[in-house]
């Protein structure tokens, strides 16, 4: 079991605990404004989602959960899909989501698997790509070009980059019109 450096705490797989205050009150309310992840029972469901078709690690701070990630195993294991990832915002940036990232890719790796991918969604315009109307002409030169556009409010593109991740396609209209979904994948 990795230990987490700045909180001294150990990641856990997660089995839904009891012990465990599961209270990341949001998956992200800048990226899911429905408001459906901030809800306890939601939050707890999609923990179960998760562990049927995959894995799940969680960073705790005492007795509370102030980070998870998941890793749903897809071509029969030999890709693991990074879904969700989120880190309690009090508790952003000081390494704990670059840290869940390393631990998933230690287990994927143990587990067998050659690739980690992922999707994230560009749903507020937060990135270079909803500027553009119709993506369809401007593939795949347009992949290398995705940028942030507000580096006060980074697109999470920029973090999973920092994590050595490559963009390898897009799906234009993803989430309805100029709002794609990005999808990033690593070697193991
Ligand atoms: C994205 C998220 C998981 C990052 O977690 P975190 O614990 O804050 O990230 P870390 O502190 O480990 O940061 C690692 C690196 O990425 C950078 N970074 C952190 N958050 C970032 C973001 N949102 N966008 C761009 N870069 C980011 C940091 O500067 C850091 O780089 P450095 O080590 O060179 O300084 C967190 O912001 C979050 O939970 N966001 C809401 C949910 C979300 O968007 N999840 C991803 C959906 S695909």
Known sequence: MNTFPSLGSPFFPMELDPTINFSLKDRSSESRPDGDWGAFEGARQEVRDVLEEGSAFCAVDGDRVVGWIGGLHVYHGKVWELHPLVVAPA???????????????????????????????????????????????????????????????????????????????VLPDANGVRKPDIYMAKRL
């Open 91 to 169: 508790a952003r940036r000081s390494g704990i989501g670059r840290a869940l990232v390393a631990h998933l890719e230690d287990a994927a790796r143990a587990a067998g698997a050659a690739t980690i991918m992922l999707g994230t969604d560009d749903e507020d315009g937060r990135t270079t790509l909803s500027q553009i109307d119709d993506l369809y002409p401007l593939l795949p030169g347009i992949l290398c070009e995705i940028a942030s556009l507000d580096p006060a409010n980074p697109h999470p593109v920029d973090f999973y980059r920092s994590c050595g991740y490559a963009v390898v396609g």
